[in-house]
């Protein structure tokens, strides 16, 4: 019986999205969508929705990272994607540094299929945040790029087991603030789940802290004609100290030591919180 009950309420809510359509004066948000995801509408069904020419669609980049994590399915927000206005041009940057290399491919004329491909081939994995699908969404990413980039969270290996016994990731520079504090050389060392600096100038000013305890983790980048150059990597402790690490050649034009931070991290602690905080301190 309560089966049955079940089955007529989405019925009806179905018979409901249809009479919508029908109409023609619709206007799909990303709360109509998770609506009709929770109540049991099929992907195709939310799809014929979205291309419905009768109907509108108000969404942003940033409400296709709520649908993902919502559980809304691929094949549903790569079509949403097509019918998201590209951002202002403003200075973006990602979260994800790889992604100013895809980009590059892109601005290349490069096929997209042959980008999709390559993203597959790769073995990487990605987890999009709000800035990513922005930054892609402004440099003109397809539909078959996203879908490809979306795609490989789920099929990567659960890394966090393998996380080494010892990393020593080197050329940092531990950015202080304060008039009278200077800036200290070290490196970091990854040992498990603790990130330990190991500072170059004095063993009384080395620390350390929990991979668990970080609240945010991003890159600080500035726009350059070749695309964004991030030079820095910074942490957020949950509620407490904000560390600030820049590549030691940052100024002769390196970088390759934050990428390498960075690429560890996502390697080993996918699960980690990337991306700028929406306050700056």
């Known amino acids: 019986m309560k089966r049955t009950i079940i089955r007529r309420a989405i019925l ?37 929705m979205v291309r419905n020419p009768s109907n509108t669609v108000a969404m942003t980049a940033g409400d296709l990272a709520t649908l993902h994590d919502a559980g809304v399915g691929e094949n549903v927000i790569i079509v949403i994607w097509a019918f998201i206005p590209e951002p202002a ?39 999009l945040s709000v800035n990513d699908l922005l930054y892609l969404k402004a440099n003109g990413a397809g539909e078959s790029t996203i879908a490809a980039l979306m795609a490989t969270p ?22 202080n603030r304060g008039l009278w504090r200077r800036d200290r050389e070290g490196h970091l060392l990854l040992e498990g789940d603790t990130l330990r600096w190991e500072d170059k100038g004095s063993r009384g000013k080395s620390f350390s802290f929990q991979t668990q305890g970080l609240e945010r983790v991003w890159f600080t980048c500035e726009a ?39 690429e560890a991290l996502r390697t080993y602690f996918p699960r980690l919180p990337f991306g700028r905080p929406s306050v700056k301190n």
Not at 23 to 38: D, K, Y
Not at 154 to 175: E, K, N, R, T
Request: net charge negative.
């Open 89 to 127: 041009q403003t200075q973006l940057e990602p979260d994800d540094a790889r992604l100013v290399d895809l980009v590059r491919l892109i601005r290349s004329g490069m096929s997209e299929s042959i980008i999709a491909e390559q993203v597959k081939q790769s073995g990487n994995a990605y987890n």
């Open 224 to 262: 350059r004609s070749s695309g964004n150059f991030c030079y820095q990597i910074n942490f957020q402790i949950v509620k407490g100290d904000r560390y600030r690490f820049r590549d030691s050649d940052s100024d002769s034009g390196s970088n390759d030591a934050v990428l390498e931070v960075m």
């Open 12 to 48: 009806s809510v179905a018979l409901l999205a249809l009479v919508a359509v029908a109409a023609g004066a619709e206007t799909l948000t990303v709360g109509s969508i998770l609506a009709a995801h929770e109540a049991g509408a099929t992907s195709d069904g939310i799809i014929a």
């Open 154 to 175: 789920d099929g990567a290996p659960a890394v966090l087991a393998a996380a080494p016994a010892s990393l020593a990731l080197h050329d940092l520079v531990l950015m």
